[in-house]
T-cell receptor, first 112, second 112 residues
Framework: QKEVEQNSGPLSVPEGAIASLNCTYS??????FFWYRQYSGKSPELIMF????GDKEDGRFTAQLNKASQYVSLLIRDSQPSDSATYLC????????????FGTGTKLQVIP | GAVVSQHPSWVICKSGTSVKIECRSL??????MFWYRQFPKQSLMLMAT?????????EQGVEKDKFLINHASLTLSTLTVTSAHPEDSSFYIC????????FGAGTRLSVL
């Protein structure tokens, strides 16, 4: 079982719709969770991080964490073509200054 | 957010030569930096963890004598690909923790 699992996609949504990206992780003791966006040929950029159960909203983005289910998701409201990218889920298994484990990413395509 | 600078952004070299890639944290001190490699359409692969003032920790399967890492100061880590071969052609990305990982822009290496 992979430590961090994501559906590779592509996930296609029409412009203006809500895109829902999902991630599961295997280490129940994981402390912190991150979502990165990576455009083709570019390096990842941080979108959001979340530490506590529940929702965290930042503009059009909402991260949702459910530690009991070992599940973290990213919702993108009012999806735009510029949101088309690969979204990487990352999990810090022990917290603090430890390396994070990345999922393989979900490719999102927003159709105009 | 924090800024991580990576140089060069693109390098082409002949087979057998060595290439040095620099990663700098511009507005914070980074005791730990990470080096990743990414082949086209594949996920990030952690190569090594670079620790200021000590030896790097390499991931399984990564040749430490081929990928030399030097983290001589709190703001600079370097990756040297020694005796590069065409199979080393890839996208190399560094990141630094503050404590959230921020990525450099990446270096695209092409070995002829």
């Amino acid at each position: 079982q992979k430590e961090v699992e994501q559906n590779s996609g592509p996930l296609s949504v029409p412009e203006g719709a809500i895109a829902s990206l999902n991630c599961t992780y295997s280490d129940r003791g994981s402390q912190s969770f991150f979502w990165y966006r990576q455009y083709s040929g570019k390096s990842p950029e941080l979108i959001m991080f979340i530490y506590s159960n529940g929702d965290k909203e930042d503009g059009r983005f909402t991260a949702q964490l459910n530690k009991a289910s070992q599940y973290v998701s990213l919702l993108i409201r009012d999806s735009q073509p510029s949101d088309s990218a690969t979204y990487l889920c990352a999990v810090n298994p022990q917290g603090g200054y430890q390396k994070v484990t990345f999922g393989t990413g979900t490719k999102l395509q927003v159709i105009p | 957010g924090a800024v991580v600078s990576q140089h060069p952004s693109w390098v082409i070299c002949k087979s057998g030569t060595s290439v040095k890639i620099e990663c700098r944290s511009l507005d914070f001190q980074a005791t730990t930096m990470f080096w990743y490699r990414q082949f086209p359409k594949q996920s990030l692969m952690l190569m090594a963890t670079s620790n200021e003032g000590s030896k790097a920790t390499y991931e399984q399967g990564v040749e430490k004598d081929k990928f030399l890492i030097n983290h001589a100061s709190l703001t600079l880590s370097t990756l040297t690909v020694t005796s590069a071969h065409p199979e080393d052609s890839s996208f190399y990305i560094c990141s630094a923790r503050f404590p959230i990982q921020y990525f450099g822009a990446g270096t695209r290496l092409s070995v002829l």
